[in-house]
């Protein structure tokens, strides 16, 4: 690791303005980012810290939403989530291990849009909106390829605002070495329909599964989904599986979190 | 009811109080006054020729205080190779140089080809990265079929090809074989791969070279299952410094399964370079470097046929394997393939006719080696799959098809047509113990309770064989082992009665610290908690070749009870002069010395005071002191041998493999700690589910490791592995060495993977996948998946 300097700000402005000072990135739990550095191929000069942000802490409901801050962990979520909106909640929960769940946080996840991470998915598969520090950016603008997001330069995530489904469910299948999503789906159900999107499967990061949407829409029941499937063309090919399994997991994965969700 | 802490006590491990509590100490504990830090830079590419390396920048960076390069050691020898196979034509293998630093060219990535000395690791880091390098890439070999072609690319330019050797076994036998397979009535063949695995043990290697200017001696503390071969190879091939100048100590060691065997050129660097800069010199591989410098395991590709007769039994096994070396020859690479190999080729069976052909092939990649089992796995595997297809295309019951080829328990001592005579063993007693306990009657019904649920059960098999306690010496020396194969063991009795054993074998997870002084107070009568056992220093254990090959209780145990015999025979001895009787008249028993007949006694600790305060001592017949080394070459190998039953339930829609239960039945001959000796079954167990179903190591055609990290490469974790039943009351005690006992380090390792395969297989077969004759290891979801549906 280089040497940096480490900056913990107190308030969204102080950490806008850090960040305006030369080589600077946000660090949130540093699950990613500490890694990176470690391995040298990330060499910030300057580390703010969005911690100590008490505005960027937390989940809160505010009627048929759940605001949580971009600075939560993984495990507070899991905890604090449930009885509100268990689906995202559980989500949470199955991210990494209990370690990562105490450090790892949504904004972080976010924000990095790992093409096989699980918040991704949960916040394209509400439509939830992503609140920075200049403006609110819908989910399904936000996520734009692997790694690429609609962040600016110096943007930071303070939260994000979950419409609360009626039923959701995550079907995660572990990619067996670093279990994250080998792919995962999550399925949200809304009084104006029902929402499915897919992690972990394709070289552009999370997808929305229009198909699926329309037939679960009209029926929502693992059985109305049976006959479709995602073609494998840019799914992602690696030592764990290849574009066709992942096709095929799509409409299992697909087909499990409608079953866990009804 | 075994002697509390004596042989056949289920004993706490003593060593597990600091080890759990983090109170061991491990190498990379060992901080020395005024120590550098020593960062290697490594090749990203496969291949390459090194055109210029210019340090002079990183040179001036801050704190560093010297770039060393391959011309620095001009001086050295290579990292030698420690076992010389001789092909089927009677030629010695093709060895390359193997030099500390990469001389001319880059061979695989992960080889060192700088070497920056700092004060910080930091700034070692920091200087790295700012040496120039100018490497002209060259086609990288990986294949090993390929490389075998004529006109390959070769890995090093002065050999005549990428062949290492050509080996055949028994090359005597092949014209014999091929007449059998001509007449046989039914052939059944398999072609397999045997996945290449990185060993992973929880502590990365670390080097800490020192230098003592005042009287010119080395000392290098290193992560090693075997301290003096170290000092052996290190001090005479590569540094040429003498023995009595040159220290090894491995201290607690983190687990090696094979890794750690072998003398690698970080810690002939920290050695030398601690005599140049006259400061300590320290290296600590992270786990990226790990995965590209630690010697890897396996990587086999097969065929195998098996000739049988119209009644089904075996009459000839063929086999050609190409054996993966990487880019240069690790300690022991020669022989992993071909003697550890070839010579278990003939499993728990009779057949009488064997011939075996392993081509040994240089590639781009990170040197292969012994890995927990090393060859005995690799054998294992062809033939417990090739049954248990072979029962498939006849039909036939896999148990009974075993069953009805079995060495049969009358039959022993067994010459088996690869060269070994097995000792003992009751293979159908394992069998029988394995179905019982894997309630094997009632499988059906459990699948069809699986079925019910839309899962797919099975239940596989695998009988195994290994050759452990290697090795006899003369024997291993007419094979090509540079080196013998004995143990030693001093046992020093103090003053007062308690007893320090100094012991040649090395403890790096094993548990000796328990296993060895329960040995010893058995044989004395004393509590164990007045016996410590020493190892890992070569300053004070007698000259031993360390733990592999699961040798430790069979050929360092046999060199305890050699030395503590002798112990034994001088106290009696003193104990016959305080008593005033003869020596053939004293009984040793409960540490208590008596006269047979009689009511007079002495306690032991009444003479080990005798022999060091010898007032009252027949000092014109007997030395003072109580203290006496032993060495021991063992006359055989052990033959552990044991039955394997797998039970998985498979889903159909992902392909993901449940393991629901796993019984190992072993014959491990006597059994010293049950508690250990379980222990040692499970940790093996993991491995080998670890390489059946999780565990692979990938490099792409560029020679990439695509498996680089724990994001790509599947350790097995605890929910991976469960469902144990493990037994060990099936004993036929090895006839050649004092405590008959067998080994059991690597059984787990060398038996699950078979098992798990065949249950996969057999889950596939009941369900109607009949077409899915085979799937290469591992089986992960997506294999599994993609053979059901192709
Ligand atoms: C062993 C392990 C297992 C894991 N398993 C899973 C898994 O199963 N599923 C899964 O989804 N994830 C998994 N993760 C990832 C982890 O859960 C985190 O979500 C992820 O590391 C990013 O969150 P973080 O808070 O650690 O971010 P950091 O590492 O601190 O930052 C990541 C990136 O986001 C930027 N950033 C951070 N916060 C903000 C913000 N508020 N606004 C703008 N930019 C920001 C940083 O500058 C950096 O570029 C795993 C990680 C590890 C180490």
């Known amino acids: 690791m280089h040497n940096f300097e480490f900056v913990k700000p107190a308030s969204v402005a102080d950490a806008v303005a850090a960040l305006g000072r030369g080589e600077a990135q946000p660090l949130s739990g540093g699950q990613t980012l500490i890694p990176s550095m470690k391995a040298r191929l990330n060499a910030p000069e300057i580390l703010v810290s969005l911690t100590g942000i008490t505005e960027m802490q937390g ?27 268990p689906g995202l909640a559980a989500l949470a929960g199955q991210i990494g291990d209990p370690a990562v769940r105490n450090r790892g946080t949504l904004g972080g996840s976010v924000a990095n849009n790992d093409p096989s991470a699980c918040y991704p998915a949960a916040v394209l598969g509400t439509g939830a909106t992503i609140v920075t520090n200049t403006r609110e950016i819908a989910a399904d603008d936000f996520f734009q390829g692997m790694f690429t997001t609609a962040l600016d330069e110096g943007e930071i995530i303070t939260g994000v ?83 066709e399994y992942r096709a095929h997991l799509v409409r299992v994965m697909n087909q499990r979190g409608v079953r866990a969700a009804s | 009811m075994p002697k509390d802490d004596g042989i056949g006590a289920s004993s706490k491990r003593r060593e597990d109080l600091r080890f759990l509590t983090g109170n061991g100490k491990y190498t990379d504990d060992i901080n020395l006054r005024g120590q550098t830090y020593v960062h290697f830079l490594r090749s990203d590419l496969a291949h390459g020729r090194i055109n210029s390396i210019d340090t002079a920048a990183a040179e001036a960076m801050p704190g560093v205080l010297k770039v060393f390069t391959a011309a620095d050691f001009a001086s050295a020898g290579g990292i030698p190779c420690g076992w010389q196979v001789t092909d089927r034509f009677g030629e010695v293998m093709q060895e390359p140089k193997h ?60 050999l005549t090809s990428n062949l290492c050797y050509d080996w055949g076994f028994v090359e005597d036998n092949k014209d014999a074989v091929n007449a059998a397979f001509e007449s046989a009535a039914h052939v059944v063949s398999l072609e397999l791969t045997n996945n290449r695995l990185v060993a992973n043990p929880m502590e990365p290697r670390v080097a800490v070279g020192d230098y003592d200017p005042w009287n010119d001696s080395h000392t290098l503390y290193t992560t090693s299952q075997n301290p003096h071969v170290i000092r052996l190879l290190m001090g005479a091939f590569v540094l040429n410094i003498p023995e009595h100048k040159l220290r090894v100590v491995a201290p607690d060691v983190g687990g090696g399964f094979g890794s750690k065997i072998y003398h690698y050129a970080e810690e002939a660097f920290c050695t030398f370079a601690a005599k140049v800069l006259k400061r300590p010199v320290k290296w600590t591989s992270s786990r990226s470097e790990a995965f590209i410098s630690d010697a890897h395991g396996r990587d086999h590709k097969t065929k195998i046929e098996l000739a049988l007769d119209a009644d089904h039994n075996f009459m000839a096994i063929r086999t050609e394997t190409y054996a993966n070396m990487g880019a240069y020859l690790s300690t022991f690479a020669p022989s992993i393939p071909t003697w550890l190999h070839g010579t278990l080729m003939a499993g728990n069976y009779r057949t009488p006719l064997i011939y075996v052909n392993v081509k040994a092939v240089f590639t781009n990649t990170v040197p292969v080696d012994a890995y927990r089992g090393a060859g005995r796995p690799e054998a294992t595997f062809q033939i417990e799959r090739l049954v248990d297809k072979a029962a498939r295309e006849l039909g036939v019951d896999p148990i009974e098809l075993r ?25 159908d007693a394992t069998m029988d113990k394995m179905l019982e306990l894997a309630d094997y009657a009632n499988f059906e019904s459990r699948h069809a309770e699986s079925a019910a649920r839309g899962k797919l059960r099975g239940f596989g098999i695998a009988h195994y064989i290994e050759a452990c306690g290697i090795a006899p010496s003369n024997l291993v020396g007419q094979l090509g082992a540079r080196a013998g194969l004995y143990e030693s063991a001093s046992v020093r009795v103090n003053a007062t009665g308690s007893i320090s054993v100094y012991t040649g074998s090395h403890s790096h997870g094993q548990g000796h610290e328990t296993t060895f002084a329960q ?55 003193i104990a016959a002069h305080l008593l005033e009787a003869a020596p053939e008249d004293i009984e040793l028993k409960d540490g208590k010395f008596s006269v047979a007949g009689t009511d007079k006694s002495v306690d032991w600790s009444g003479v080990t005071l005798a022999a060091y305060v010898p007032h009252n001592y027949p000092l014109e017949d007997l030395e003072p002191g109580l203290e006496e ?14 039955a394997y039953g797998c039970e998985i339930e498979l889903d159909p829609e992902t392909g993901k493999i449940d393991i629901l239960r796993f019984i190992a039945a072993d014959d491990f001959g006597n059994i010293v700690n049950p508690m250990i000796v379980e222990g040692q079954v499970h940790g093996g167990l993991a491995q080998g589910i670890g390489q059946a179903l999780l565990e692979n190591c990938v490099y792409d055609d560029q020679g990439q490791l695509l498996s680089g990290s724990y994001m790509d490469y599947t350790m097995p974790r605890a929910d991976d592995v469960r469902g144990f039943t493990v ?13 008959g006992v067998k080994g059991c380090g690597e059984a787990g390792a060398i038996g699950s993977p078979p098992a798990v395969v065949n249950a996969a297989i057999d889950a596939l077969h009941r369900a109607g996948h009949t077409h899915v004759t085979h799937i290469d290891m591992p089986l992960t979801p997506s294999r599994v998946w993609a053979a059901m549906n192709r």
């Open chain 2, 727 to 739: 037994d060990h009351s099936c004993i036929t005690p090895c006839t050649h060495n004092p405590l």
């Open chain 1, 161 to 243: 605002r979950f419409p609360i489904a009626q039923a959701s469910a995550y079907a995660k299948f572990l990619q067996p070495a670093s279990r994250f999503a080998l792919t995962g789906v999550f399925v949200a159900k809304y009084a104006s329909g029902v929402r499915v999107a897919v992690t972990g499967a394709s070289e552009n990061g999370v997808f929305r599964w229009a198909e699926a949407e329309a037939a679960l829409s009209a029926q929502f029941d693992a059985e109305a989904v049976a006959g479709l499937s995602v073609s494998p063309h840019e799914m992602i090919s690696d030592l764990h599986g290849t574009p």
């Open chain 2, 519 to 573: 040995v010893v107070a058995e044989m004395i009568g004393v509590d164990a908690s007045s016996i410590e056992i020493h190892h890992g220093d070569t300053s004070n254990t007698p000259m031993g070749m360390g733990t592999y090959g699961s040798r430790s209780l069979a050929v360092g145990g046999s060199a305890i009870v050699k030395a503590t015999n002798k112990v034994i025979d001088k106290a009696k001895k």
């Open chain 2, 629 to 642: 080394t032993a060495f021991y070459d063992p006359s055989n190998f052990t033959f552990p041998s044991g």
């Open chain 2, 403 to 427: 069953r009805k080829n079995f060495i049969k328990a009358d039959q022993f001592p067994y010459q088996t047509p690869v060269a070994v005579v097995y000792d003992t063993g009751n293979y």
């Open chain 1, 59 to 85: 989940v809160s409901r505010d009627g048929d939403s759940l605001t949580i801050g971009a600075a939560t962990t993984h495990a507070t979520v899991a905890r604090d989530a449930a009885s509100d909106f």
């Open chain 2, 99 to 158: 030099p500390i630093l990469a001389e001319g060219k880059v061979r695989h990535v992960g080889d060192p080809i700088a070497a920056v000395v700092a004060e910080t690791y930091e700034q070692a880091r920091d200087a790295a990265e700012a040496i120039d390098l100018d490497i002209e890439e060259l086609e990288p070999v990986v294949d090993m079929v390929k490389a075998l072609a004529p006109g390959a690319t070769k890995v090093h330019d002065d």
